[in-house]
C-alpha cells in the first residue's frame, strides 16, 4: 500500500457521461497530480494542485476538471465522455510543491472504460 | 518541449544475465531524470532518480543507471535479471528540470520487461 488512495478501482460508463475519479494522498502531502495512461498516447500528466490551489496543466482535456478539497483529497472529473477516454488514470502525491525530484507516491489507479 | 524515447517496447533476457533498458531525452538544460516501474495492476513505483551530483545512480532491487549528458541519455542496468523483475519499465523527465512551468513528469512509452526461466 503506497498510502495513495484512489476509487474507484473500476469504473464502466457509457458515452456522453460524466464521473468523477477521487484521490487520497498520502498524510501530509500536499501536492496532487494526476495522469492519464492510455495504450495510444502512454503516460500524459494532465493537473496538479498543491493546498488547495492549481499549481499545473498538463494535456488536460476542457471537458476534464479537477479540484483539491481543503481535507487535501482531490477529485477528477471526466465529462461528455468518449469512447478514447477508456484509459488508467493515476493519482500521485508529494510532499512538496517543487516537483517530482522531491518524490512522487502514486495510488494503484482507476480504469475507466467507455462503451 | 522535453520528450522521452525508450528503445525497444518489450526486451526479453534470461534469468540471471544482464538487464539494459535504454532511454534517450531531449531537453534543452540539464534535466531531473527517473525511473519507474510498474507491475501488474499496480501504480508506478520509483526506481532511482537523478537530479544532480553523481551521474552513476543506484536504485531499489539492484538497478543503476548512468545519466551521459554527452549521449542524452540514461539506461537502466541490472547485473542479474531475477524473475520478479517482470513489470513495465518507465523512463521520465521532469519539465521541472527545464526551468519550464509545468510540474509533471514527461514519460517514455515504456519497455516491458520479460524474464525467460
Known amino acids: 500500500d503506497s498510502g495513495v488512495t484512489q476509487t474507484p478501482k473500476h469504473l464502466i460508463t457509457a458515452t456522453g457521461q460524466r464521473v468523477t475519479l477521487r484521490c487520497s494522498p498520502r498524510s501530509g502531502d500536499l501536492s496532487v497530480y494526476w495522469y492519464q495512461q492510455s495504450l495510444d498516447q502512454g503516460l500524459q500528466f494532465l493537473i496538479q494542485?498543491?493546498?488547495?490551489?492549481?499549481?499545473a496543466k498538463g494535456n488536460i482535456l476542457e471537458r476534464f476538471s479537477a479540484q483539491q478539497f481543503p481535507d487535501l483529497h482531490s477529485e477528477l472529473n471526466l465529462s461528455s465522455l468518449e469512447l478514447g477516454d477508456s484509459a488508467l488514470y493515476f493519482c500521485?502525491?508529494?510532499?512538496?510543491?517543487?516537483?517530482?525530484?522531491?518524490?512522487?507516491?502514486f495510488g494503484s489507479g482507476t480504469r475507466l472504460t467507455v462503451v | 518541449a522535453q520528450s522521452v524515447t525508450q528503445l525497444g517496447s518489450h526486451v526479453s533476457v534470461s534469468e540471471g544475465a544482464l538487464v539494459l533498458l535504454r532511454c534517450n531525452y531531449s531537453s534543452s538544460v540539464p534535466p531531473y531524470l527517473f525511473w519507474y516501474v510498474q507491475y501488474p495492476n499496480q501504480g508506478l513505483q520509483l526506481l532511482l532518480k537523478?537530479?544532480?551530483?553523481?551521474?552513476l545512480v543506484k536504485g531499489i532491487n539492484g538497478f543503476e543507471a548512468e545519466f551521459k549528458k554527452s549521449e542524452t541519455s540514461f539506461h537502466l542496468t541490472k547485473p542479474s535479471a531475477h524473475m520478479s523483475d517482470a513489470a513495465e519499465y518507465f523512463c521520465?523527465?521532469?519539465?521541472?528540470?527545464?526551468?519550464?512551468?509545468?510540474?509533471?513528469?514527461?514519460f517514455g512509452k515504456g519497455t516491458h520487461l520479460i524474464i525467460q526461466p
Open positions: 521520465a523527465v521532469s519539465d521541472r528540470g527545464s526551468g519550464g512551468g509545468a510540474d509533471g513528469l514527461t
Open positions: 500521485a502525491s508529494s510532499a512538496q510543491v517543487g516537483g517530482p525530484e522531491y518524490g512522487y507516491t
Open positions: 494542485y498543491y493546498n488547495g490551489e492549481e499549481r
Open positions: 537523478y537530479t544532480t551530483g553523481a551521474t
